[in-house]
């Protein structure tokens, strides 16, 4: 039994290595395109690829994201090196699973169980935090520290969408999902992730930077449901820092135990769900068959030249 990662990344200079050397502690294969950075996040995938072969660079191109057709490629890709058993994981650079996939496999999952949801704890950048920068008590060299001294302040997510999943030869991934069809039974249990998506000021700020011109490209929005409700704007960064005093705000330290949250909204009905346990114990290959597979012709959408001249030019 093996676990593959599936990795996207852009523009995450500051925070890529520490990602890699987690997954690397217990992952068997990480999976890495990257979609157009214009930091030197791309030299240090490489770089650490060339030290552990375990990590497999794809390709760096200017592509948009897309959870139907990027990943979707990503894992056609991958699931050549996949069997019947192992296990694979849609990851992100800012994303730290706070228990090991293998041991929350082991540990947490009943054997019917063959697809994981995410429990988030989003650490946040907060006001003092923010303050601090200002006075030039943290800094860009303190970028060299594990975030997880950095940021220790969170927040637990009620959302949830699946992250882990056992992989059976039959599934299919089509360009039009965002996860297999019939991926297979939910577990109960939440995958806890420790998640960074706001690390720094100058990060913050160059990530909405990022955000307001894929939003405003016209190409972009049509590859989002609700696109009007993602709206960005780097002077707007500030609305992502938190207060000290927000009440559902706690604290971390480094190395002990997160609090346990049991949340089921991901979950059916129980008399769904006893539906879809008889089904998924036997039928899932079955269905498989009916069900449309990856085209072999379908590649990453690609971003166009006048948009990515214009990434180049805000963000290098």
């Known amino acids: ?46 770089d650490v690829a060339s030290h552990d072969q375990r990590v497999k660079p794809i390709r760096k ?25 192992d296990w694979f994981l849609r990851v992100d650079a800012d994303e730290f699973h706070h228990i090991p996939p293998p041991e929350f496999v082991k540990t947490y999952l009943r054997p019917s169980e063959t697809i ?35 940021r220790r302040y969170f927040t637990a997510s009620y959302y949830s969408e699946p992250r882990l999943c056992r992989y059976r030869s039959t599934m299919k991934w089509p360009e039009t999902c965002s996860f297999p069809i019939n991926a297979g039974l939910m577990a109960r249990e939440r995958l806890p992730i420790r998640h960074y998506p706001h690390r720094d000021p100058v990060q913050l700020i160059r990530r909405n930077r ?25 002077a707007d960064w500030h609305k992502f820092v938190v207060s000290n005093d927000k009440p ?54 690609p971003i166009s030249e006048d948009i990515n001249k214009l990434l180049i030019k805000e963000l290098s």
Request: proline content about 5%; some cysteine.
């Open 1 to 46: 039994m093996k676990f593959h990662a599936l990795l996207p990344v852009r523009d995450e200079a500051d925070i890529i290595k520490q990602c890699l050397e987690h997954l690397l502690q217990w992952v068997d294969a990480v999976y890495v395109f990257d979609t157009g950075s214009v930091d030197n996040t791309w030299e240090i995938v490489l």
């Open 61 to 85: 191109e200017p592509v948009y994201f897309s959870e139907n057709k990027l990943r979707g490629y990503m894992f056609h890709i991958a699931r050549e090196q996949m069997r019947d058993g």
């Open 116 to 150: 994981v949801y995410h429990q988030y704890y989003d650490f946040q950048l907060t006001e003092a935090e923010v303050a601090a920068w200002e006075r030039d008590e943290e800094t860009i060299n303190d970028r060299q520290r594990p975030i997880a001294e950095r």
């Open 210 to 234: 990022l955000r307001a011109i894929m939003v405003a490209d016209s190409t972009n929005r049509k590859n989002w449901s609700e696109p009007l409700v993602r709206r960005w704007s780097e």
């Open 248 to 301: 559902e705000l706690q604290y971390w330290k480094p190395g002990t135990n997160l609090p346990r949250y049991q949340f089921t909204n991901h979950l059916r009905p129980p008399h769904i769900r006893f539906v879809q346990r008889l089904i998924h114990a036997s039928l899932l290959p079955i269905l498989d068959r009916t069900r449309s597979a990856f085209s072999e012709d379908t590649q990453p959408q």
